[in-house]
T-cell receptor, first 114, second 111 residues
Framework: DADVTQTPRNRITKTGKRIMLECSQT?????MYWYRQDPGLGLRLIYYSFDVKDINKGEISDGYSVSRQAQAKFSLSLESAIPNQTALYFC?????????????FGPGTRLTVL | KQEVTQIPAALSVPEGENLVLNCSFTDSAIYNLQWFRQDPGKGLTSLLLIQSSQREQTSGRLNASLDKSSGRSTLYIAASQPGDSATYLCAARGSTDKLIFGTGTRLQVFP
């Protein structure tokens, strides 16, 4: 089984709809991240969380919100989706400082906002 | 603000060639630098991680080097194979503890 899973894998929605993307991990990592990937722009950080009580904005948090329901679960919400939020979204985990610092990514969610 | 650049943006080579992918970063105060592979429509897979105190890391046919003073890292792929075709991304982790990604090099290795 995959260590970092994302649901749904693909989603088409309409402008103005609320949508939630979910991420679960079995790695036992405290740190979790949400990124979006756009052609030619690389990956950009939306939100990150270093533990259940810690939520931080990344470089492009406007229009998004997150919830860290448990160590293993980190959800990303688009309250009112707009077409320029069409992108590939990735969740990632990291064990934190003091450990091998590798980032582990989920398979991604392809979101299309019409 | 850290900026990470990868050159070239795309590369097409015949099978068997040794190749070098380049990554440069503007702020040398990095904690580590990571190289990832991304297949089309898929997530990122970590290939190599170099801590700031290290000069290079090796895994199989892959070797990554780090020169903090010049703000550069290179990923060397020996004896390239068609299965190496993918996009390769580098990312620098700095004092803010966040990864800053380059835009990637799209590699195609043809038989």
């Amino acid at each position: 089984d995959a260590d970092v899973t994302q649901t749904p894998r693909n989603r088409i929605t309409k402008t103005g709809k609320r949508i939630m993307l979910e991420c679960s991990q079995t790695k036992g990592h405290d740190r979790m991240y949400w990124y979006r990937q756009d052609p030619g722009l690389g990956l950009r950080l939306i939100y990150y969380s270093f533990d259940v009580k810690d939520i931080n904005k990344g470089e492009i948090s406007d229009g998004y919100s997150v919830s860290r329901q448990a160590q293993a679960k980190f959800s990303l919400s688009l309250e009112s989706a707009i077409p320029n939020q069409t992108a590939l979204y990735f969740c990632a985990t990291n064990p934190g400082t003091g450990f091998p610092d590798t980032q582990y990514f989920g398979p991604g969610t392809r979101l299309t906002v019409l | 603000k850290q900026e990470v650049t990868q050159i070239p943006a795309a590369l097409s080579v015949p099978e068997g060639e040794n190749l070098v992918l380049n990554c440069s970063f503007t702020d040398s105060a990095i904690y580590n630098l990571q190289w990832f592979r991304q297949d089309p429509g898929k997530g990122l897979t970590s290939l190599l991680l170099i801590q700031s105190s290290q000069r290079e890391q090796t895994s199989g046919r892959l070797n990554a080097s780090l020169d903090k003073s010049s703000g550069r890292s290179t990923l060397y792929i020996a004896a390239s194979q068609p299965g190496d075709s993918a996009t390769y991304l580098c990312a620098a982790r700095g004092s803010t503890d966040k990864l800053i990604f380059g835009t990637g090099t799209r590699l195609q290795v043809f038989p």
